[in-house]
């Protein structure tokens, strides 16, 4: 019984054994099972894995490859935008600088117009000031102006004739001197014959010649009319000037007129007479044979004996002690030559002593012989200074 049970606790034992061998082994089967489904999904892991990683990276590559693809379409075409861009905008900016450039360059123009328009009308003012001023040397402003000279009043709206303004300016006790002396700087007298002022020395030279205001002169030959203008400011209005020109120069009396007819003198008296032929109707203060001498001389009246005739009956026409002043261009030493439009003095004197004159009075005022070298004509215009004698006679009796 004994026995028995330990045979079946044997058998049990034993079965229990077999049951837990069993249960090893199907364990140990499943052990291996799951080592090899691991090893296999490792291994299926790993490749999964490994493809994964291949096929992720195969796709990364080719995202990448795309993404760069795109990226570089997408620069590229954001470049060519920007170029594009780039380009309307610089075109763009070019036509806003080009408009801009040409709208500052017209209103540049424009100002530079209006800059240059200014200054221009500055410069004219400028220039005309400029010219009113050398019109006006030596003059004084509230006396001589335009074409009518206003006199030295409190009355500016008052205007005078240049004689009419030398008597009033007297009257106002300016002396006949200054009153003449401001007379030769008129603005309407030419600026050419102002110039010859400083050679001829109208002032010293009838101041030489005696000359005072309402004196009658009778100035021979006077051509265009210099020394009866500069006569007519110093005998003044109650003077008289008697401008003879010869017919055989009938231009330079056309041309006196024309004188008188631009700027009137009251006191001038115009007569064109040949000199033999002169006919006075009441005796003159003076007479005055200013550089002509030499036409008469030469070119007028060549007899001699003819000459000296005509200076006997110039006494007829010139009062008791009455005196005529004769002045011309110096001749180079030697024989005279009419061609050369100068006369040596002592040819001209001896002429008058021969007709009954005697010499007063010379002087040296008009000497230039160093501005002048005598062999050019005398009215040489090239020239600006001559070399001229002067000097005074009367009636011997």
């Known amino acids: ?54 096929k992720s990276s195969k796709m990364n590559s080719m995202g990448m490859k795309a993404d760069t693809m795109k990226s570089s379409k997408m620069n590229s075409m954001s470049m060519k935008s920007d170029i594009i861009k780039s380009s309307k905008m610089n075109s763009m900016s070019m036509k806003s600088d080009t408009m801009k450039s040409s709208k500052m360059n017209s209103m540049g123009m424009k100002a530079d117009t209006m800059k240059s328009s200014k200054m221009n009308s500055m410069g004219m003012k400028a220039d005309t000031m400029k010219s009113s001023k050398m019109n006006s040397i030596g003059m004084k402003s509230d006396t001589m102006k335009s074409s009518k000279m206003k006199a030295m009043t409190g009355d500016k709206s008052s205007t005078m004739s240049i004689i009419d303004t030398i008597e009033h300016n007297i009257n106002l006790n300016m002396s006949a001197t200054n009153a003449f002396t401001l007379a030769l700087q008129n603005p309407n007298r030419p600026m050419k014959e102002r110039l010859k002022d400083l050679d001829r020395m109208p002032q010293k030279v009838l101041e030489f010649a005696d000359i005072k205001p309402g004196m009658r002169v009778l100035n021979l030959l006077s051509y265009y009319g210099y020394y009866s203008e500069v006569l007519a400011y110093r005998v003044g209005k109650s003077g008289e000037v008697i401008a003879q020109n010869t017919p055989t120069y009938s231009n330079t009396a056309n041309n006196l007129e024309q004188r008188l007819l631009n700027e009137p003198l009251d006191n001038v008296t115009p007569y064109v007479a040949k000199l033999a032929e002169i006919v006075i109707d009441k005796p003159v203060d003076a007479i005055m044979f200013m550089s002509s001498y030499h036409d008469f001389h030469g070119y007028l009246e060549k007899d001699k004996v003819s000459r000296i005739k005509i200076l006997k009956n110039l006494k007829k026409s010139l009062k008791a002690r009455g005196q005529i002043i004769i002045s011309d261009m110096v001749e180079a030493d030697g024989e005279h030559d009419p061609k050369i439009h100068r ?53 011997a009796s």
């Open 1 to 54: 019984m004994k026995a028995h049970t330990l045979t079946i606790l044997a058998v049990s034992i034993g079965l229990s054994a077999c049951s837990i061998t069993q249960d090893n082994q199907e364990l140990a089967n499943k052990t291996m099972t799951m080592e090899a489904d691991s090893m296999k999904s490792n291994k299926m892991n790993s490749m999964g894995m490994k493809e994964d990683i291949m």
């Open 343 to 395: 006369i040596h003095k002592e040819i001209v004197l001896s002429e008058f002593k021969a007709a009954g004159y005697r010499l007063v009075s010379q002087s040296d005022m008009l000497r230039k012989p160093e501005l002048d070298n005598h062999t050019t004509k005398g009215y040489d215009k090239k020239r600006f200074y001559t070399d001229r004698w002067l000097m005074k006679l009367t009636p």
